[in-house]
């Protein structure tokens, strides 16, 4: 998880996690825009070498990478630009024993300094202990499924605690069930809480030491204000909501990945509701 440096010089950080399926299965989720916008941001690809690859990750917020190199169902390298330059990011698949596989990312830089190396340790880790558990969700309990997803997203002048307080008002938890229901007036919500618990040293030691994640837990108590869902209403799915410092903002975002039919039947009136309730209680919708 730390950066590291490889025979070429470049600096790198790389994540990885198991999942079922076979490697074309797993190919499916994470190099087709169809897949990846099941489980992670909505993105467009035109999955082939040369080709674009667009992650909408709120407003204002697209990331454009190049796809480098196209080998389905083993490997692909989409580069972008950004403040260390050119950054090119690697996903590979790996076939293990028993139906799973090893999806492994790798983002790669050049940099004569460790100036850049906080900011994709920060990567890394969200990999680690978001994303890559709503792709194990969504490869184990909907694979292949047709998927009806909405984003939102909303800005506060408030704290990171004080945003996060708002926002959870709108659900009630049950620890020790870990069960999930909206309050009352709330837009329609049950389900699981799956798991987020950090327990890898290096990840402990990226969320001590990044500015950004210290920022997002300040006068939370030890508390992740990341939430990941398993929906069984307003229909099966998955739900992400979260909340990220951005300058003298905070950003809220609530993802829902609604799948099959009933996903399809219940996608529009769910993200009008919670639409609903993000601008009544955080009126201020872009950064701008």
């Not at 950054?87 to 100036?115: I, K, L, N, P």
């Amino acid at each position: 998880m730390s950066a590291k440096k490889d025979d070429n010089g470049r600096r790198y950080v790389e994540a990885e996690v198991e999942v079922p399926g076979s490697p074309e299965e797993v190919w499916r989720a994470i190099a087709t825009a169809n897949g990846i916008s099941s489980w992670f941001v909505p993105t467009t690809s035109d999955e082939r070498e040369g080709g674009k690859v667009v992650c909408s990750f709120g407003p204002e917020m697209d990331s454009v990478a190049e796809i480098t190199e196209w080998n389905p169902p083993a490997r692909f390298i989409a580069e972008t630009e950004g403040g260390p330059g050119t950054v090119a990011t690697e996903w590979t698949v790996e076939t293990r024993t028993g139906g799973t596989c090893v999806v492994r990312v790798v983002h790669r830089w050049f940099a004569d300094t460790d100036d850049w190396d906080a900011e994709f340790e920060t990567h890394a880790y969200g990999w680690s202990t978001s994303f890559f558990r709503l792709l194990q969700l969504y490869l184990t309990h909907f694979s292949g499924q047709a998927c009806s997803a909405f984003d939102l997203a909303a800005f506060n002048t408030a704290s990171p605690a004080e945003t996060w307080r708002t926002v959870k008002s709108v659900l009630k938890i049950d620890p020790a069930a870990q069960r999930v229901t909206s309050a009352p007036g709330a837009p329609d919500l049950s389900g699981v809480v799956e798991n987020t618990e950090i327990t890898d040293p290096e990840l402990l030691r990226i969320r001590e030491e990044s500015p950004l994640i210290t920022a997002t837990l300040e006068g939370l108590d030890g508390e992740n204000p990341d939430l990941v869902l398993r929906l069984e209403r307003p229909a099966p799915g998955l739900a992400h909501i979260f909340i990220m410092p951005m300058g003298d903002r905070t950003m809220v975002s609530i993802r829902f990945f609604l799948y099959g039919d009933r996903g399809a039947a219940a996608a529009s009136n769910a993200e009008q509701q919670w639409n609903a309730w993000l601008t009544a209680r955080f009126p201020e919708r872009s950064p701008g």
